[in-house]
């Protein structure tokens, strides 16, 4: 008895320390402290299930262990910042595969050993399979496309949606009738191949550019799967962390459905990047002026305030360590550089934050869209490197885009524009952009890297 | 299952939904990853299936799934703290 209590104690410490930790998390100079308290109500918790009676054997627990540090390790000291978004929707499969396991092995010690499982209980575990191996799957795909082995466009074919409906009606209704008679283990291990299926066929049909949807969502999963799990096993601390992952990835979904502005459903069910005929303007008859490394460099050498608008295409070029030297020289004559950061610019939530941090600069120079939209009209230059949907003012003017209604950056508002960008090819929705034909936009083609290098050493022989 | 345990869900995804709101758009990325690894919390339910020796089938189940939480307790834990490392203020230096 007393040893169960000294579980529970560990558990109970570990919960509120992990929610200290994501605390923390609201102060970025508190974070690593908080975070290192999380880990330490980890290490408690692991030791309170360690000491529990019920475990007769170390000698595979040892082996499981071992083997996840030596896996763990170069995920989390080894791969770089560029990867992090295939790294964690990497991750997302992890999680749900081992709460998918716990699932299936309770299940089945249950069945062999005669226990009656009760309709309550049958639901938990049901859930926690479905919800897991749907994540294993989704993830997966996420990872595919993310690291590029996988086609990152949508995978379309016709009647998708019928095929994911009738594939989800069909898990529920198995959902629902083991509970009714939980020893109908073909209906349970069929539900969890279905669910996989669901995982693959849901994810394959959205486009790179929806990543940062999808991996919220997969992050959402992967804690509702685990809460599952605590009220199958009756395990509150895994409840707690489940709802604390479930909310975390339910709000970034939502903050990051907003700044699309589409709903859960579009993203998924809408394959955005496919064929769509719209009525959108298109550039016919407009011409661009193009700018040399040399202009470029003598109008950032002297600008008094400059607004840099990263995206995706910032990091495909690692463009980010140039855009800090070039910010450094900026400053040092006597300019003020900022950065624009819209919440989907990059693959995942944060992305562009997290390069620009490893490159050095500093994140008080990196401002939220909310923040920083009204100071474009006092800007002299926007430097927009490797975005394009997300400044591209027909979502403020033109109801026929498709992007119409989504929130962009208001760098056509700067006085002077300069887009780094390879070449005239439209953004990931095909879209014309028609900030690149304003008078007052020059456009720097070559790769952003290369192109920002030439202009950090003009301003410099400046 | 216990209906207290609806109780703390509830309650948990509240606080949750309290507490994370307020995390800046900045350290979205490190959220996702602590979060990440916060869920390796998963080995106390599979430690007890790979060690209480009840069946084959759930000892290597649960070998696994300890291997898989535990990859994502260390890695996550790892990589959260590299990216906090490098958010630095004006004027300080990191590292």
Known sequence: MSREILTQVTYLVASVLFILGLRSLTKPDQARRGMNLAALGMLLAIVGTLVKTEIVSYGWIAVGLAVGTVIGYPLGMWVPMTAMPQRIAFSHMFGALAATLVGVAEYHTDLTEGHPISGAKMAALAFEVLFGALTVTGSFVAFGKLAEFLPGRPVTYKGQNGVNLALAAVAVGLFVYLIIRPEFSAGFYLMVGLATLIGLFLVLPIGGADMPVVMSLMNSYAGLAAAATGFALGNEVLIIAGALDGASGFILSVVMSKAMNRSFSNVLFGAFGSVQPTTARTAEGMTVSEISPEDAALQLGYAKSVIVVPGYGMAVAQAQHQIRELAELIEKNGGEVRYAIHPVAGRMPGHMNVLLAEANVPYDRLYDMEEINDRFGEADIALIIGANDVVNPAARTDPGSPIYGMPILNADMARRVIVLKRGMSPGFAGIENELFYRPNTSMLFGDAKASLTRVIAEVKAA | ?95
């Open chain 2, 1 to 95: 299952m216990d209906i207290v345990d609806v109780y703390v869900f509830v309650l948990a995804g509240f606080v949750g939904y309290q507490v994370i709101s307020r995390v800046p758009a900045l350290l979205h990325t490190p959220l996702m990853a602590a979060t990440n690894a916060i869920s390796g919390i998963s080995l106390v339910g599979s430690l007890v299936a790979a060690g209480s020796g009840r069946n084959t089938v759930a000892t290597v189940l649960g070998v696994i799934a300890v291997a898989c939480a535990m990859a994502n307790v260390v890695g996550g834990f790892l990589i959260t703290d590299r990216m906090l490392r490098m958010f630095r203020r004006t004027g300080t230096t990191n590292k």
